[in-house]
């Protein structure tokens, strides 16, 4: 091994993160959002000792999956024509904008559903957790899920196009700034004051919130299922709305043409 | 024969910042031209380029291709038009097929799969077709490039050096088989490239841009006759080429 060109490329990084602050998120703001959580989680598991905990942990992981892999995967398909060199060939094709992030809706879409059935049935077969038991109601979460999950993956997308792909390492953490308030271990009583106000604001909130009061008492909580489609709803339309935007920006700039 | 103008550039202007990339050019493709798009380095001819396939918003000016206002029609006219550049290759993890047909949906290339298999014939690639693009060489590439350009038979097909880098066996084989294709199908092309050569070999019509601005525009032979002297006999557009940059 050749440790002089090893170290020339530890210095290109080095580099490479001075002029790309958004990589410190990699090092230090995830540990720290992770540990707030857990934080939080080992507070809550202090306060409770009840035999549904574990089915709201469960629970909870497995609709927590569907929007981060749907938020993450939009981004990073993206960056996929990007870093393969293809994004002008597609641009330059028929298509419009509008259907290209549709296609990698669907994209995400259609993996979320191989990834979440291959989970109810490991959940089922290996800790024997029926989500199923949420019942119809289950359907309404996942879809007031994906569509904020499809709204964060829009609102990535818009600012890849603003900012480039050097915006990239934020595909993968973005979900994260939303977890430790997004109740999916706890419920949103136990964050402090300042922290419940910003769950109320998140639909995923309100559908974690839903997800526990239908496992605890077999009824469908009706009122955080209205919530959190309300405010998917604004959601949905505030990331449409900035990807329009950015989209107007850099077609006028030539920001497009140079997201290679 | 009053021929159809196929592509109509009017007043295009395009800043960026206080840079001026292209300063109030118009110029029009008659069908069946093969037009070389001539200038130096951040002359604007890719800027002219990506505003003529909607990538790039002009900040004023209007561009019609086929008599359609490029703005409210984009995707219905680029189904008849088609791209390439050495610069953009196609995804690098798909082999050549998937990638063809990808194009082919994209366009929406009515029997995708015919129209596949008779350009790799052409461009003789039919063996290689489950080869990964990664594995081919850079003249195989520039190929595949010409295949997806040429799928949906495009009225207007827009090739921005595309041969870039090529050796000149490359280049004499993919400008053979282009004017060909292009002789069969009647295609307008417009063409860019800094191989003097490659523009004398395939241009019947020449626009020289340089500082945003057209400089000077004609036949080859008519150029190196405006540019260099009148008596001259021969194309020669390199050093036509030099003298415009220059000034």
Redesign the interface.
Known sequence: MNLKRVSAIILRHFFLTMHQLERFFDVIVSPILVLVLWGFLSKYVQNIQSSTLASFLLGGMILWVIFEKVSTDIGVNFMF?IW???I?????????FIEFISALLIISLIKILIAFTTMLLMAAIFYHFQITALGFGLVLLWINLFIFAASFGIFNVSLILRYGHSIGPLTWILPFFVQPFAAVFYPISILPPIFQKLAFILPISHVFEGMRYTLKTGQFDTASFWIATALNVVYIFASVGFFVYTF?KV????R??KL? | MNKKTVLEVKNLV?K?DDFV?IDDISFSVKEGQIFGFLGPNGAGK??TI?CI?G???PDEGEIQIFGKDLKSC???I??QV??A?A???????LNIWENLLV?AK???VPNGKNRIKELLEVFEMSHLKGRIIRDLSTGQRVRINLC?ALLNKPKLLLLDEPMASMDPDVVDKGIKLLKQIQKEENMTVLYTSHNMWEIEQIANNILFINHGKIVASGTPLELTQQVLRLEAEEPNLRDVFIHLSRS
């Open positions: 024509e393969e060199r293809n002008i060939n597609v641009l330059a094709s028929p298509i419009t107007r077609l006028k700039s030539g497009l043409v290679i | 395009k960026f990339a890719s800027t990506y396939l990538l790039i918003e984009r995707s219905e680029m189904t088609n791209y550049s610069e953009f290759i196609l995804p690098w993890n194009y994209l366009y929406e997806k």
